[in-house]
């Protein structure tokens, strides 16, 4: 059976660490991070302005934009675990306790959190676990999944998630 696949791949340039890492990933350093979206369906649409297309590329542009480079680009990716972070950039907040309670319970109820960090005023993204290459594929491929069906009016699915932290590493979801 054949089938057919398109990619699209965005570049953000953000922060992490990797709290509990035995090396210098432990602290805080960038990356130039390279995200691609597969997305397939076995047959082409049949009409309207996809016509012979699996997903319009522009339409994957945007939905990868929103939910990754807008809230990530030239931000800070960290684990909501990640205490020592979490506690140094919270102390530029007038009530720290909260703004850290309010944190803990976005990422428990929608599995991540956004916004800007009160001690530098910059982007902050927080996730379940560490953020790991492996981690943000499979993370960044579920807020994607509904999209994707959404935007395809469900003829498309999304297959994979790629990221690549350097230019010679790389981790993919792919359920």
Not at 96 to 114: D, K, T
């Amino acid at each position: 059976m054949s089938s057919f696949t398109v990619t699209r791949r965005v570049e953000i340039d953000a922060a992490h660490r990797i709290p509990d890492h035995g090396s210098r990933c432990r602290h805080l350093h960038g990356h130039r991070y390279v995200v691609e979206a597969a997305c397939g369906n076995p047959s082409l649409q049949e009409a309207g302005e996809e016509r012979g297309m699996v997903l319009d590329f522009g339409f994957l542009k945007e939905e990868m934009l929103a939910v990754i480079d807008a809230p990530c680009d030239h931000g800070l990716l960290l684990s909501v675990d990640d205490h020592v972070m979490l506690a140094l950039l919270a102390g530029g907040s007038d009530r720290p306790e909260a703004w850290l309670e309010g944190l803990r319970e976005r990422v428990a109820g929608q599995g991540y959190a956004e916004g800007r960090d009160p001690a530098l005023g910059g982007k902050l993204y927080l996730v379940p676990g560490p953020p790991t290459a492996e981690v943000l594929a499979r993370h960044w491929y579920e807020r994607l999944v509904p999209r994707v069906h959404a935007r395809s009016r469900g003829n498309a699915a999304l297959l994979a998630v790629t990221v690549w932290e350097t230019p010679n590493c790389w981790a993919r979801y792919q359920p």
